[in-house]
């Protein structure tokens, strides 16, 4: 039986929210709020300039509640917020976490 590569672990959320992530050129462009995945393949971070943090769930699109409260919470979270493609993101975070 001849011997393989182990795999590469993915990446664990805990591993990778809050860290900064940069562009290409070494530029600053914010710390990771959130993940985007499909079938747990992660396929782009939400990334934040300003302060960030959850509000009572309202910084996903799935949840709803008082219209008021909802709008609000949305538009405080999001107004800094970025959505990077992982294929962007990943070097600079995994240079991190080795």
């Known amino acids: 039986m001849p011997a393989t590569e182990?795999?590469?672990?993915?990446?664990r959320a805990s591993d990778?929210?809050?860290?900064?992530?940069?562009?290409p050129d070494g530029r600053h462009l914010g710390r990771v709020a959130d993940l985007i995945t499909d079938n747990?393949?992660?396929?782009?971070?939400?990334?934040?300039r300003g302060p960030w943090g959850r509000l009572l769930g309202y910084e996903r699109d799935q949840v709803s509640g008082p219209w008021l409260l909802e709008v609000l919470a949305r538009r405080i979270l999001r107004r800094d917020s970025t959505e990077i493609p992982w294929a962007d993101a990943a070097p600079s975070l995994r240079s991190q976490m080795q």
């Open 6 to 11: 182990p795999t590469p672990a993915a990446p």
């Open 40 to 48: 747990g393949a992660i396929v782009a971070v939400i990334v934040t």
């Open 16 to 23: 990778l929210i809050g860290r900064t992530v940069t562009g």
